[in-house]
């Protein structure tokens, strides 16, 4: 049994990303944790009162989400939505590493450095600090992962992946359907965040390993 925690910026971060992968493992018995630092909801704007109804939303339709994907333990800590730059990363480097700390996982997954949203980079940064080695660190994998909208936004400084994870038929859907549950983040094709975009995604990333889907993350540290 392996304990891996999923940290993204947003709610349905991680879902975007590793979907098929979180179904595998929990499915293969493994412990898993979503960690999502910031709201996802303050930056579009509104009425105090709006933006409280819509970040309460947004945390319903995560809960239900990651239910949907077999995973009961998640945090979310709410910080300001497209403001992460403006707080001291200390900050933030302290919410991953007391997570960190109370979870105790083998492996991690965040943010790609090169995404076209600063709140990713941020976490990504903090995420690369809080799991430094150490003699009290238990995580013994770092990866980043690609998110629809963000990742193949960047243009100049593409996603590598250097590590594919095979999905079933079953995986892919239980991700579309995960991400189905966030009803405010639905969009028509050929925005990649749809069904169609998911699906399109999981085939690129398959055909590279020779299977129908896949999902691609970066090997960031690993020791063995």
């Known amino acids: 049994m392996h304990k891996v925690m999923f940290i993204g910026a ?3 971060d991680v879902e975007l990303g590793c979907g098929g992968l979180i179904d595998k493992l929990v499915k293969e018995g493994s412990v898993v944790k ?3 630092i910031a709201e996802g909801t303050s930056c ?4 105090e009162n709006e933006i409280k109804k ?3 939303f ?4 995560s809960i239900k989400s990651l239910d949907s994907l077999g995973v009961q333990l998640h945090s979310f800590h709410n910080l300001p939505c497209g403001s992460l ?12 590493e007391q997570e960190i700390r109370e979870f105790k996982p083998e492996c991690v997954y965040t943010h790609s450095i090169n995404d076209a949203n600063v709140d990713h980079k941020i976490i ?7 799991t430094r080695p150490g003699a009290n660190n238990p995580v013994k994998e770092v990866y980043s992962y690609e998110v629809l909208s ?5 243009f100049n400084e593409t996603f590598k992946p250097n590590v594919f994870v095979g999905l079933s038929p079953d995986n892919l859907t239980k991700k579309i359907k995960a991400f189905n549950f966030y009803e405010s983040e639905q969009q028509k094709f050929p925005h990649p965040r749809c069904g169609k975009g998911i699906t399109t995604l999981a085939n690129y990333r398959g055909m590279q390993i020779g299977e129908q889907y896949a999902e691609a993350f970066q090997l960031i540290r690993s020791k063995r």
């Open 44 to 47: 579009r704007g509104g009425y």
């Open 58 to 61: 947004r945390t319903d339709c």
């Open 150 to 154: 963000s990742t193949e936004w960047n």
């Open 34 to 36: 979503a960690v999502s």
């Open 10 to 12: 947003h709610p349905d």
């Open 54 to 56: 819509a970040i309460k």
């Open 85 to 96: 730059n403006s707080i001291p990363l200390l900050t933030v480097n302290k919410i991953i």
């Open 124 to 130: 990504y940064e903090s995420t690369i600090i809080a």
